[in-house]
């Protein structure tokens, strides 16, 4: 078998829970052959990010420019990018058409609280790589403040919907808010992701997995829906399979004990 290859643009986890590791392994879980360009470094566990060195944006660039022209990229999604003058680049480099299929999880803010980007980062998100997108998949915290919407009020389905059609009107072909955020107070035990795009809303539903390691779940769905999108998958049924990967994931790593707080998924499907 000649494996394709994908492409992750996003931060290093040293915990390996989430961010470029998670992305590898989810690739590697499709088959695909994973390839990086790192946009920073972050000192972080499952209970934390303790410290964020963002890499300059010109190393960004290279690394990413060295990955495609050598191989034959069928994908690329976007992590943390951790500065607006990182976004703006990855923006140039989609704009040259050197980004096929881009999937932008925009990484505003880690579960714990961490600021994952500098000041002004959603205004360049708007401004520049979201017209540009293939699909933008950010849960309900990172579209609320895109959208300049209180969390808060964003308490059903129906506000997730409408929180996709504000982002899609910035320009993206297609929009998914996910709603593994919302409190279990607010749909009870369901976790409905919102597609909207092409004059259509598709709602993907799901139980809860009851787990504290749900470390990094976001990332590999990401990576989990570029990589479908690489393998030729049509966008609603690659975001099936990467909502059945994540939660096959989830329910494979429920009882780990792998660190003190929001332990990693199992994406190599260990105990599947």
């Not at 600021?115 to 980062?121: E, H, N």
């Not at 933008?136 to 990172?142: A, H, L, Y």
């Not at 609320?144 to 997730?160: K, Q």
Request: aromatic share 4%; charged share 15%.
């Amino acid at each position: 078998m000649q494996p394709l290859t994908a492409l992750t643009i996003a931060g290093s986890d040293s915990g390996g829970g989430a961010g470029i590791q998670a992305d590898l392994r989810t690739f590697s879980a499709f088959q695909m052959h994973g390839t990086c360009a790192i946009t920073a470094i972050t000192a972080q566990n499952t209970l934390g990010v303790v410290a964020v060195l963002a890499l300059d944006p010109d190393l960004v660039v290279a690394q990413v420019e060295s990955v495609v022209n050598d191989f034959s990229v069928v994908a690329v999604k976007t992590g943390m990018l951790a500065q607006p003058s990182t976004v703006v680049r990855v923006a140039e480099l989609a704009r040259s058409g050197l980004l096929p299929y881009l999937v932008v999880d925009p990484v505003l803010v880690s579960t714990s609280g961490q600021m994952l980007m500098a000041d002004g980062g959603a205004e360049t998100y708007r401004e520049a790589l979201l017209p540009l997108a293939y699909v933008v998949t950010p849960n309900i915290r990172e579209a609320a403040v895109l959208c300049d919407v209180d969390v808060h009020d964003v308490t059903n389905l129906e506000d997730m919907v409408s929180l996709a059609q504000t982002l899609l009107a910035m320009g993206p072909q297609y929009v998914l808010v996910k709603g593994g955020h919302f409190a279990r107070s607010s749909l009870g035990e369901r976790t409905p992701d919102a597609l909207v795009g092409n004059n259509e809303v598709t709602v993907f539903d799901a139980a809860r997995v009851d787990t504290n390691n749900d470390h990094g779940t976001g990332c590999s769905l990401s990576a989990a829906l570029c990589a479908g999108l690489g393998l030729g998958r049509s966008l609603p049924d690659a975001t099936r399979d990467a909502k059945s990967f994540v939660l096959s994931a989830l329910n494979g790593a429920r009882t780990w004990q792998l660190g003190q707080g929001r332990g990693p998924i199992d994406h190599l499907g260990w105990n599947s």
